[in-house]
């Protein structure tokens, strides 16, 4: 009796673990446009950290605040990659300043616009749209940046 429990509970755990990985997989195959964002989003956050680890002006920092929210948003949709927000791939660390804050831009542009490529249920559009507005919002604090280093 106790060996066909443990084998029925054995079961039932490698059923469910299955689940999970199969789920998973799906996921990530199901919501692309999500994860490309997810990816660009910690790119942006990469290129507005300061590689001299100077001080961030106000404007940077709240436009990486915006960029975890964005990321934030859609790891609620389950779109979890499960990477850490400095994996991204190598930022230039010679490139200027000025250019930095310009790829930043690029970036939450393609963000935005792979956000907006995803998603068609209501739950999803709700956090798509709050999504949206953190990424715009970084946006503008990254343009913001721009105006006030007099790089524009």
């Known amino acids: 009796m106790k060996s066909t429990f443990r084998f029925v509970t054995a079961a039932l755990v490698g059923l469910f673990a299955a689940i999970s990985i199969l789920g998973a997989a799906t996921q990530k195959q199901d919501h692309p ?3 490309r964002a997810l ?24 436009a990486i605040r ?6 934030e948003e859609i790891k609620k949709a389950a779109i979890d990659d499960g990477k850490d927000l400095n994996d991204h791939p190598p930022v230039d660390a010679k490139m200027e300043w000025k250019g930095r804050l310009h790829q930043a831009v690029e970036l939450l ?5 792979d956000v907006a490529e995803d998603e068609d249920n209501r739950f999803a559009e709700r956090i798509e749209k709050r999504a949206k507005e953190h990424i715009a919002r970084a946006r503008q604090h990254v343009e ?6 007099g790089y524009k």
Request: avoid cysteine; aromatic fraction near 4%; glycine fraction near 4%.
């Open 66 to 71: 915006e960029i975890e929210s964005a990321i």
């Open 109 to 113: 542009d393609r963000a935005h616009r």
């Open 33 to 35: 446009a999500y994860l």
């Open 39 to 62: 990816s660009d989003l910690r790119e942006a956050r990469g290129y507005l950290e300061r590689p001299d680890r100077g001080e961030l002006k106000e404007e940077e920092k709240r």
């Open 144 to 149: 913001d940046a721009i105006k006030v280093a």
